[in-house]
């Protein structure tokens, strides 16, 4: 018995660390649409108790199992593997890249219905599948396309807001304030202003956020338009689809730009909860904020030079590539070019990542779509050496956890094939994108009842403090578990030869 007590005490001092399940083993949902039902709306109604139910159980049966442990590291390098957020729609894994409600970019390229055979996915698709976990028909898309291009109408106060910034502001600031004065017609605020019962919050966060949605290429596009086209704006065509119109009211109704627009949005919408927009959406929206308010927050993070404004970093540092090296430079000037810029104190922008630990499955499909529509361009050429280059440049120096290219590193080389040259604007395009996954999970966070996000700040001072302590109860835990094995080592000792004839005689009578 002192044996098994020894062992009983030694498992209640060992530290368990929990790993976290893996994307081949998560539970997807059902990823074939069964309803012939167009209607979004009474698709999610169907679907929100369900998921109700489930948070329930998840907390009731589970909610004090542990997800790992919290380092001072991960207190200190902006919560860097610290999982602390619920966000249905996408999941990021280090290895495998962006999954939405469970599918891969490759695997949404060929289940989201298309504009034309074999072409790219339709975000509206996208946004289908984010929103209730099935792969939609072509039907019920070319109904939320319609639908969209209903909702795309913006208040002429909001042009006169943009106007009345100086035409050089940054295209991300004018896209950010027109988003804002877009608020004053949330449907949200007025049902809460009107005293509407939390179980019915996610209605109007829904109509919130369909019509954010639809209204954000317009509001974007202006911004272009009054920036770098003299102010002469394109409406909606009435019968494109969401990558498409935004493209045409761009000013680029050339096939593949259209093609290629439907691409970008569809793979920059979502990218899991953690990063800076995603989170901040989140949180902004946790206080109830309507969806305008939150996106508007989540932009300004957006706009951050460590964040969306990276692929604008990226194309100019290509630029200044050419300017010093020329088009057709040599694999090794331009080693030498990149080394020059880490020498300097730069980074090299577009590669590497907070979370994934290899290529990035975007910049993977934007590589093919390069492949199939312009494989003689220059640029595109030089992206494809520097994948080459850079990497083992990057691991040469020690310092990176991931040295292979993100996403930015290849979007502005395919606009700025098709005339999109405008890299201060890059931004913005991205903003339109994420406006779907964060609007689709605010609709989830509604739904689902989601409480104020409040986690728990320390200063410096108590870090040191508990460290000290940790330290001497560590100690202290060391001799413990000395002591007790001390004990088992006894234990096993008496064990093996206590009534050792007894246990010979036992033996011989067996033979």
Not at 143 to 152: G, H, I, P, Q
């Amino acid at each position: 018995m002192v044996f098994y007590r020894s062992v009983s005490l030694l498992s209640k001092l060992r530290s368990r660390g929990v790993q976290q399940p893996g994307l081949r083993n998560s539970v997807r949902w059902l990823q074939v649409q069964t309803s012939s039902d167009t209607d979004l709306h009474s698709q999610l109604k169907e679907l929100i108790p369900e998921q109700q139910e489930r948070l329930k159980k998840l907390k009731s049966e589970h909610g004090k199992v542990q997800l790992g442990n919290i380092t001072i590291d991960m207190v200190l390098g902006g919560m860097r593997g610290m999982t602390g957020l619920l966000w249905e729609t996408s999941l990021l894994d280090p290895e495998e890249g962006i999954r939405f409600r469970g599918l891969s970019i490759p695997e949404c390229q060929k289940l989201l219905p298309a504009a034309k055979p074999g072409g790219e996915p339709l975000p509206e698709g996208l946004l289908w599948l984010l929103l209730t976990g099935k792969v939609p028909t072509k039907d019920q898309v070319d109904a939320l396309s319609k639908e969209l291009r209903n909702r795309a109408t913006v208040p002429d106060h909001v042009y006169k807001t943009i106007d009345a910034l100086p035409i050089t502001a940054h295209p991300m600031t004018q896209f950010a304030t027109g988003v804002m004065a877009l608020q004053v017609q949330s449907e949200f605020q007025k049902a809460y202003e009107k005293g509407i019962h939390k179980s019915k919050y996610w209605e109007p966060t829904y109509e919130d956020s369909l019509s954010l949605i639809a209204q954000v290429p317009i509001v974007a596009s202006y911004v272009y338009r009054r920036m770098y086209k003299n102010g002469q704006v394109i409406p909606v065509h009435d019968s494109l689809d969401y990558g498409g119109n935004f493209a045409h009211m761009l000013g680029f109704d050339n096939p593949a730009m259209q093609e290629l627009m439907r691409l970008y949005v569809t793979i920059h919408s979502d990218h899991e909860g953690g990063n800076v927009s995603a989170h901040t959406g989140h949180l902004v929206a946790s206080a109830l904020s309507d969806p305008y308010l939150s996106f508007a927050a989540a932009l300004n993070g957006l706009a951050g030079p460590l964040h969306g404004l990276a692929n604008q970093e990226v194309l100019l540092w290509i630029k200044s590539v050419v300017e010093e090296c020329g088009e057709n430079v040599s694999k090794e000037h331009l080693k030498e070019y990149v080394w020059k810029t880490l020498n300097s104190g730069k980074v090299v922008p577009g590669f590497g990542h907070g979370v994934l630990r290899k290529t990035d499955p975007r910049y993977t499909c934007q590589r093919e779509f390069a492949l199939k529509h312009l494989p003689d361009d220059p640029l595109f050429k030089l992206v494809a050496n520097l994948y080459e280059v850079v990497p083992p440049i990057l691991l040469e120096l020690g310092k990176v956890k991931n040295p292979w290219p993100n996403v930015d590193a290849h979007s502005g080389v395919l606009l700025n094939h098709y005339g999109l040259t405008e890299a201060r604007y890059y931004t913005v395009l991205f903003g339109v994108s994420r406006s779907i996954g964060i609007c689709a999970q605010l609709i989830w966070d509604r739904a689902l009842g989601l409480p104020l996000e409040r986690p728990k700040s320390v200063t410096m001072e108590w870090l040191e403090n508990y460290c000290k302590k940790y330290t001497s109860s560590s100690h202290s835990r060391a001799r413990e578990i000395e002591f007790y094995f001390r004990k088992l080592r006894s234990a096993v000792k008496n064990w093996f030869w206590g009534d050792f004839h007894g246990k010979i005689k036992r033996v011989q009578v067996l033979f």
